[in-house]
């Protein structure tokens, strides 16, 4: 149960968090282990999402979502990229597939587009949608590629969202565990593993507090919102419907497809800007209102007192059978992991929204040095000790949950072009130190069982467009053809060695 720490244990945790970074320090002084020492349960793998490579979003049945509506207004990308066509997988899954297979991933992390299956939600099903979807998981286990099947990954039916503002309502929650519910039935002989929702933080805290991401709602929003409290309201639904669809999972489906169930969630690990208990206290409440928000619920069964404490009112409570369904709804939990900031404390009582109850101030440099190398997007910076604090805090916060790193990647410009875009040296550093930071969590006690590489492809990084690339495998967007970086051929390497 997370308590605010006192006085003697922040001090503590202080000694700790300083011997923590030391003992980093010195395993980059003494040696650069290679990635291919990590045991042999955690699997390297590669991921996507259905709105980001499938295109065609206005064919084959589907209805649109909270997306395609958000990118209408122009400017809301730099440059005015939507994902309509994108890199076309729903045509090209079996280039995909191949290039995977030619790599040695033996697994592929992808997501179900709601409005595919359900073009108004719920109701009639749209045939084509869920043929798709047959194919390549077919396609994928013919090659010996296991799918994880994510059910949801930003991109709400619009019509949802136009009936009764979509995660705001309590009426998502059945809309969502019906969805769930056909997937399983559906897909479920072949699939063995599931996530529910990707990153409901994000959903929460940009589509409610910042209009950030769809549906952009908040505070002086022209399609209204309130910053204070609906980002909480969305949250408590995202949670209701996760919990909702463990619970049907297991209930209906699990005993016969023997698979497992957990959900993704992001996770900056939070850096305390100097030894002050003040800042201290900051990091701790960063932590709690990113990872904790979720997670602590699901561990424990109510939000961390943290949130109590400062939000009171405005966060919604569970009734004791919603607390009772959210507590260990999850096999598995997916931490999607890419960076680290420093926190210090800091006060901004001008109006009270999601952000400010933080009471924190975000930094990317300490005393003019920053805290690590920038990749393209202005929120990345290469940091690899943030992975192990990271998985090394969870297994302490949250009694040691078996993890599997959802995400984990960096990018660069998207103007590159052929032949240098294939060149991606900086993308094998990243990678290659992460990596030796998550085996020397999994050498100090972490229960990690699986690592998946964002992304397969360059593909439509959401906000950013085409302007950011991710991809091992670069994409010609006039003809679609793939071209493997040498950071696919990297991963090919450790791989081969690894077996």
């Not at 565990?177 to 996530?195: L, M, P, Q, S």
């Not at 404490?309 to 939990?333: C, H, W």
């Not at 972490?446 to 590489?453: H, K, L, M, Q, S």
Request: proline share 5%.
């Amino acid at each position: 149960m997370e308590t605010t720490p006192p006085l003697l244990v922040l001090l503590l945790q202080g000694l700790l968090g300083l011997s923590m970074a030391l003992s980093v320090h010195a395993r980059w002084e003494r040696t650069r282990t290679s990635p291919r020492e990590l045991p042999a349960r955690v699997r390297l793998r590669t991921a996507s999402s259905a709105y980001q490579v499938e295109g065609n979003a206005n064919k084959y049945g589907r209805g649109p979502c909270i997306w395609d509506t958000f990118l209408m207004h122009p400017g809301t990308t730099p440059d005015n990229a939507t994902a309509n066509v994108t890199v076309d997988e729903y045509h090209r899954y079996m280039d995909d597939v191949d290039n995977m297979v030619r790599v040695g991933f033996d697994a592929y992390r992808f997501s179900i587009s709601w409005s595919r299956i359900f073009p108004s939600g719920v109701g009639k099903i749209n045939k084509d949608g869920v043929d798709y979807y047959h194919r390549i998981i077919d396609y994928m286990l013919a090659n010996k590629i296991t799918p994880y099947v994510v059910l949801h990954h930003f991109d709400l039916p619009q019509v949802l969202q136009d009936q009764y503002n979509g995660w705001l309502s309590p009426r998502i929650v059945g809309d969502f565990e019906k969805f769930a519910d056909f997937c399983f039935k559906t897909y479920g002989d072949r699939v063995k593993n599931w996530f529910t929702i990707n990153e409901p933080r994000m959903m929460a805290a940009h589509g409610y507090a910042d209009a950030f991401f769809a549906p952009a709602r908040c505070t002086g929003c022209k399609v209204g919102g309130n910053s204070a409290t609906e980002p909480y309201i969305a949250g408590h639904h995202l949670l209701l419907s996760h919990a909702a669809a463990v619970k049907t999972y297991r209930y209906t489906f699990q005993a016969q497809q023997k698979g497992k169930i957990g959900i993704l969630l992001d996770f900056v690990w939070y850096e305390a800007l100097t030894d002050s208990i003040e800042d201290g206290f900051a990091a701790h409440r960063a932590r709690m209102f990113t990872l904790g928000w979720f997670l602590h619920p699901i561990t424990y069964g109510h939000y961390p007192e943290t949130m109590e404490k400062i939000v009171q009112g405005r966060l919604p409570n569970f009734t004791f059978e919603q607390s009772a369904m959210v507590k260990g709804s999850a096999d598995y939990i997916g931490i999607n992991h890419y960076t680290t900031y420093y926190a210090s404390h800091y006060i901004n009582d001008t109006e009270k929204s999601y952000r400010n109850d933080w009471n924190v101030k975000l930094s990317y440099s300490r005393n003019g040095v920053p805290i690590g190398k920038k990749a393209y997007s202005d929120w990345l910076y290469v940091v690899p000790w943030g992975i192990y604090k990271a998985v090394m805090w969870t297994k302490e916060k949250f009694n040691n949950p078996v993890i599997i790193i959802g995400e984990n990647g960096v990018d660069q410009p998207g103007n590159e072009t052929l032949p240098g875009a294939l060149y991606d040296t900086f993308r094998i550093d990243y990678f290659e130190k992460y990596l030796h930071e998550l085996k020397c969590a999994l050498n100090d006690g972490a229960n990690v069982i699986g690592y998946f590489a964002w992304s397969l492809l360059d593909t439509f990084e959401w906000r950013l467009g085409f302007t950011s690339k991710f991809g091992l495998v670069y994409v010609d967007r006039q003809t679609f053809t793939r071209y493997p970086k040498d950071s696919a051929r990297w991963f090919r390497k450790v791989i081969k060695k690894e077996d």
